[in-house]
């Protein structure tokens, strides 16, 4: 079995983990769903991920657990565990402190309305710590950003369906593309005119670590492809988003992402549970100031 296959039956995995953190998840299950052994899931599983199953699923479980217990404040102590597969309030509270170095409640009580990131770090007598790391920009200069640079609307996307290869970690972005190029290429689909390019988030970066983020580098298909190796189809559902078009350069993404998601908070928009995505309109290298033009997509209620 080829690499390729391997990251392509992990990828199928992660999907339905991502899915179904509510249930219960044995390996034997997981394994099944990516059509291994149970003995060789687990060692490929660590070898694609960099994490052992189990931290993983716990991992995801307590990175849904912060951003819900720090933007769903409406929402019950009771509610979140059992929404993440918890049955028993102290093994979630003891699950929880032993990731973040804080209970439930307080980790709540200690999160600001607006932070950029979460991050957990160790003191010098080893205990863990968690910090809300603060914008290093005020509000009003995200909002000058927003009204000097983007071009904001809230828009009806269309259904796409794009070939995508999986990345874990921001580090593996551009292999990830390379490899979706050559397939490309190699089936007359790129280049051609029309082609975009499309970047799609399955994890924030507010609460998941740069290394372990989940990205997928996709292309804007014009018609369904079979899934091959590494590239599956991916389709990013209809349905309403905040669309930004902005033309910038590649250190300038993440106040912008930053700002737009600021913006939405401030005009009483919701996330909903979908990914954001950028997509590209030209080749960056290609214009005169290195600059990206591109459309930042947030799937809103």
């Given at each position: 079995?080829?690499?390729q296959e391997h990251l392509a039956r992990i990828r199928k995995?992660?999907?339905?983990?991502?899915?179904?953190?509510?249930?219960?998840?044995?390996?034997?299950?997981?394994?099944?769903?990516?059509?291994?052994?149970?003995?060789?899931?687990?060692?490929?599983?660590?070898?694609?991920?960099?994490?052992?199953?189990?931290?993983?699923?716990?991992?995801?479980?307590?990175?849904?657990?912060?951003?819900?217990?720090?933007?769903?404040?409406?929402?019950?102590?009771?509610?979140?565990?059992?929404?993440?597969?918890?049955?028993?309030?102290?093994?979630?509270?003891?699950?929880?402190?032993?990731?973040?170095?804080?209970?439930?409640?307080?980790?709540?009580?200690?999160?600001?309305?607006?932070?950029?990131?979460?991050?957990?770090?160790?003191?010098?007598?080893?205990?863990?710590?968690?910090?809300?790391?603060?914008?290093?920009?005020?509000?009003?200069?995200?909002?000058?950003?927003?009204?000097?640079?983007?071009?904001?609307?809230?828009?009806?996307?269309?259904?796409?369906?794009?070939?995508?290869?999986?990345?874990?970690?921001?580090?593996?972005?551009?292999?990830?593309?390379?490899?979706?190029?050559?397939?490309?290429?190699?089936?007359?689909?790129?280049?051609?005119?029309?082609?975009?390019?499309?970047?799609?988030?399955?994890?924030?970066?507010?609460?998941?670590?740069?290394?372990?983020?989940?990205?997928?580098?996709?292309?804007?298909?014009?018609?369904?492809?079979?899934?091959?190796?590494?590239?599956?189809?991916?389709?990013?559902?209809?349905?309403?988003?905040?669309?930004?078009?902005?033309?910038?350069?590649?250190?300038?993404?993440?106040?912008?992402?930053?700002?737009?998601?600021?913006?939405?908070?401030?005009?009483?928009?919701?996330?909903?549970?979908?990914?954001?995505?950028?997509?590209?309109?030209?080749?960056?290298?290609?214009?005169?100031?290195?600059?990206?033009?591109?459309?930042?997509?947030?799937?809103?209620?």
């Amino acid at each position: 079995m080829t690499s390729q296959e391997h990251l392509a039956r992990i990828r199928k995995v992660l999907d339905y983990i991502d899915q179904h953190l509510v249930d219960e998840l044995p390996l034997e299950k997981l394994a099944e769903i990516g059509s291994f052994s149970p003995f060789h899931f687990h060692r490929i599983f660590r070898a694609v991920t960099s994490e052992t199953l189990l931290s993983y699923i716990t991992r995801k479980r307590m990175e849904k657990a912060a951003m819900m217990l720090s933007l769903k404040k409406e929402k019950s102590l009771e509610d979140i565990f059992l929404e993440i597969g918890f049955n028993s309030p102290s093994t979630f509270g003891k699950t929880f402190k032993k990731h973040f170095g804080i209970s439930p409640a307080a980790f709540r009580k200690n999160s600001p309305e607006n932070f950029k990131k979460i991050q957990t770090i160790i003191s010098n007598i080893g205990q863990k710590d968690v910090v809300f790391e603060q914008y290093l920009y005020q509000l009003e200069q995200m909002k000058f950003f927003m009204e000097n640079k983007a071009n904001i609307q809230i828009k009806e996307m269309p259904e796409m369906q794009i070939a995508s290869v999986l990345s874990i970690g921001v580090q593996n972005i551009g292999n990830a593309y390379n490899t979706l190029i050559s397939w490309a290429i190699s089936k007359n689909i790129f280049p051609r005119e029309n082609v975009k390019m499309i970047t799609v988030y399955h994890d924030s970066f507010k609460v998941t670590a740069p290394n372990k983020v989940r990205i997928h580098a996709g292309m804007l298909l014009e018609e369904a492809i079979k899934n091959e190796g590494e590239v599956f189809l991916e389709i990013l559902p209809k349905g309403k988003y905040i669309v930004s078009r902005q033309e910038i350069t590649l250190p300038e993404f993440e106040t912008a992402w930053n700002a737009l998601f600021l913006w939405m908070n401030e005009n009483g928009h919701q996330f909903r549970k979908e990914c954001p995505y950028e997509i590209y309109h030209n080749d960056y290298q290609e214009h005169p100031e290195k600059k990206c033009l591109v459309d930042f997509c947030i799937p809103i209620l």
